[in-house]
C-alpha cells in the first residue's frame, strides 16, 4: 500500500507499508530444509524537493521486520527436521540521500549515498553437512546404476 501526496511547495513524496507472507513446506525422502513460515513487514517515506528546474534533492527512510519460523514435520525422514522449532527475526532502519541534477537536455548526473540490510534467509536453515551430502550422491549413483541395468 502506497501514499502519495500532493505537492506542497517544493515538496513531493510517499509513504507507504509493504508485507509479505511465505508458508514454505518442503517434503520428500532428503528434505534439505525445513518446512517455515517467513514474514517481512516494512514501512518506508520517501521525499524528493524541487531545488530548481534543474536539481531535485531526494531523501528516504524504511524500517523493516523480519522474522522467519521453522515449523517441525513429524513425518520427515530428517530427525532435525522433526523437531526443529526455532526463529530468527531481524529488523532495520535503512536510509538514501541523493540528488539529481539535469546537465543537458540529454544527460542527467546523479548521486546517492544509502544504507541497506539484508534480512535473515531461508538458506540459513538450509541442511549442507558432508553426510546429507554424500546420502545425496550416494542415492543419485543408485538411481544411475538401476536404470542402467534395467536399460
Known sequence: MQFEHQQFGKFQGVAGLWTNIEN?????DMPL?????????????Y??????ENMRLQVGVRYDVNRIQTKPYTASTDSVFQVLDVARESNAVTASVGAIEKVTQELTASLSIARSFLPPQFKNF???DSTRQVLLIQ???QALI??????
Open 139 to 141: 542415492r543419485a549413483m
Open 47 to 52: 521525499e524528493e524537493y524541487l531545488a530548481d
Open 33 to 45: 530444509g525445513p518446512n517455515s513460515i517467513t514474514t517481512g513487514i516494512a514501512g518506508y517515506a
Open 24 to 28: 514454505l513446506t518442503i517434503e520428500g
Open 146 to 151: 538401476l536404470k542402467q541395468a534395467s536399460g
Open 126 to 128: 538450509l541442511r549442507t
